[in-house]
Nanobody
Framework: QVQLVESGGGLVQPGGSLRLSCAASGSIFSIYSMGWYRQAPGKQRELVASITNGVTNYADSVKSRFSISRDNDKKKMYLQMSSLKPEDTAVYYC??????????????WGQGTQVTVSS
């Protein structure tokens, strides 16, 4: 009953910018931590950035280039990516820790959005 849907991915040249969005919907009572992960071909999924109670955390590889934010009223999360590099190419996934009105608290994943950085 809970869905996370990412959008905003695409093809961008090195040095360019993209803004990813994640929208949560369903029988949501409360959203706790939220984060962005990515998985490149042949590599493990890795944490890119997270936000919990306004406190943000970033992977060293994206610090100063990416910015995570969320709009609690709209149940949305964003990832502003700038100065993109080819090594940022991956499928980006939204992740959230959500408590439903049925009072179960679980971890959810979106379906992913492809980001390709190439000239």
């Amino acid at each position: 009953q809970v869905q996370l849907v990412e959008s905003g991915g695409g093809l961008v040249q090195p040095g360019g910018s993209l803004r990813l969005s994640c929208a949560a919907s369903g029988s949501i009572f409360s959203i706790y931590s939220m984060g962005w992960y990515r998985q490149a071909p042949g590599k493990q999924r890795e944490l890119v950035a997270s936000i919990t109670n306004g406190v943000t955390n970033y992977a060293d590889s994206v610090k100063s280039r990416f910015s995570i934010s969320r709009d609690n009223d709209k149940k949305k999360m964003y990832l502003q990516m700038s100065s993109l590099k080819p090594e940022d190419t991956a499928v980006y996934y939204c992740n959230a820790d959500i408590q439903t009105f049925g009072r179960t608290r679980e971890n959810y994943w979106g379906q992913g959005t492809q980001v390709t950085v190439s000239s």
